[in-house]
Nanobody, 124 residues
């Protein structure tokens, strides 16, 4: 069983940066695809970014392209989300997710493992 624990959220001003981390337990991490999703109050959980098991393939929602970067360190069992040029509309709870699938990584239903979430608040 894989457990995912996010950290790095907080309060930041518009234009600022944050780096989220997601640490995983379990020896299956290195072959999992990983994703970040976010959920704002009263809204559905939506895709932000995903990365394949080797780190060679990355995918982004249009709303974060050019501002966010997903990466992973398989030696540390950790996936990261570097968020730059943050906007108030980026405010949400951010969730890390893992899956054995290699396709359709922008869909919630693809993922079988989820973290508890970390709050990101961007003030204007």
């Amino acid at each position: 069983q894989v457990q995912l624990v996010e950290s790095g959220g907080g309060l930041v001003q518009a234009g600022g940066s944050l780096r989220l981390s997601c640490a995983a337990s379990g020896h299956t991490f290195s072959w999992m695809s990983l994703g970040w999703f976010r959920q704002a109050p009263g809204k559905e959980r939506t895709f932000v970014a995903a990365i394949g098991w080797s780190g060679g393939s990355t995918y982004y929602a249009d709303s974060v392209k050019g501002r966010f970067t997903i990466s992973r360190d398989n030696a540390k069992n950790t996936v990261y989300l570097q968020m730059n040029s943050l906007k108030p509309e980026d405010t949400a709870v951010y969730y890390c997710a893992g899956t054995a699938m290699t396709r359709v990584l922008n869909t919630r239903q693809t993922y079988s493992h989820w973290g508890q979430g970390t709050q990101v608040t961007v003030s204007s």
